[in-house]
């Protein structure tokens, strides 16, 4: 479950069947194609798609919040959680691949140890 934290709520919403995802594709697909971030007006579109991503789901659980309600009542302070939800929703649907853990730190050369090795790479 994608949880979300909008409007003074928090909601779970589940992954996404392939009915929902194909609902959602053109929006996600805008929101890839807009992703470069070059113009308020691109921004705006990327948000309203965004905001229709998540509404595929929400209105599952609300039949109020769609796309239209969301667009009057969500600030932009609360577009960078409709983002982490967007990219936990993705994760969730198996649209994109969760993180992979970070590999431990190399060993230190033999006869070294970590204290040896630089800490920043500034000189």
Do not use: W
Not at 42 to 47: N, V
Not at 68 to 94: C, K, P, T, W
């Amino acid at each position: 479950m994608a949880i979300m934290h909008i409007l003074g709520r928090d909601f779970a919403i589940a992954p996404y069947k392939l009915g929902e995802l194909r609902r959602a594709a053109p929006y996600i697909d805008n929101i890839q194609r807009n992703s470069d971030g070059g113009s308020l007006s691109g921004l705006m579109d990327s948000a309203l798609d965004l905001l229709n991503v998540l509404s595929i789901g929400l209105v599952k659980i609300d039949p109020m919040l769609t796309p239209d309600y969301l667009e009057a009542n969500v600030s932009m302070d609360e577009f960078v959680r409709l983002q982490a939800a967007f990219v936990a929703l993705s994760e969730e649907s198996g649209l994109t691949r969760k993180g992979e853990a970070t590999a431990p730190p190399a060993p230190a050369p033999e006869g070294a140890s970590n204290e040896d090795l630089p800490t920043s790479s500034t000189i």
